[in-house]
Nanobody, 132 residues
Framework: QVQLAESGGGSVQAGDSLRLSCASPGRTLGSYVMGWFRQAPGKEREFVAV????????WYSDSVRGRFTVSRDNSNNAVYLQMDSLKSEDTAVYYC?????????????????????????WGRGTQVTVSS
């Protein structure tokens, strides 16, 4: 079982920045592909960004590409989401998720998914509110 905990959410103005963190006490996150997803009121949970085991591969939704940056520090067992130029439409609960455990021979390029249903492990989320 992988337990995840997000932090760093808050209320900001449009154009501001926030940095979200995701940690897993006692668990090596470097063994998993890590994703960030978000869910706004009345909407389905949606893909934001994913980062591969090594951190060398990243993927973003069209709505955040160029504004958000996902990164990881496997030595400190943490994953981050740097959010710049925030917009009111970024308001949501943000979740980190983990799955696709490391497997020898698996390609980092292909071993990931933008679908929330493909991730088994989730944090409880952190609220991000952006006022225009």
């Amino acid at each position: 079982q992988v337990q995840l905990a997000e932090s760093g959410g808050g209320s900001v103005q449009a154009g501001d920045s926030l940095r979200l963190s995701c940690a897993s006490p006692g668990r090596t996150l470097g063994s998993y592909v890590m994703g960030w997803f978000r869910q706004a009121p009345g909407k389905e949970r949606e893909f934001v960004a994913v980062i591969s085991w090594s951190g060398e591969r990243t993927w973003y939704s069209d709505s955040v590409r160029g504004r958000f940056t996902v990164s990881r520090d496997n030595s400190n067992n943490a994953v981050y989401l740097q959010m710049d130029s925030l917009k009111s439409e970024d308001t949501a609960v943000y979740y980190c998720a983990a799955d696709f455990p490391f497997a020898e021979g698996k390609s980092e390029v292909a071993y990931w998914s933008p679908s929330p249903s493909d991730y088994r492990y989730w944090g409880r989320g952190t609220q991000v509110t952006v006022s225009s």
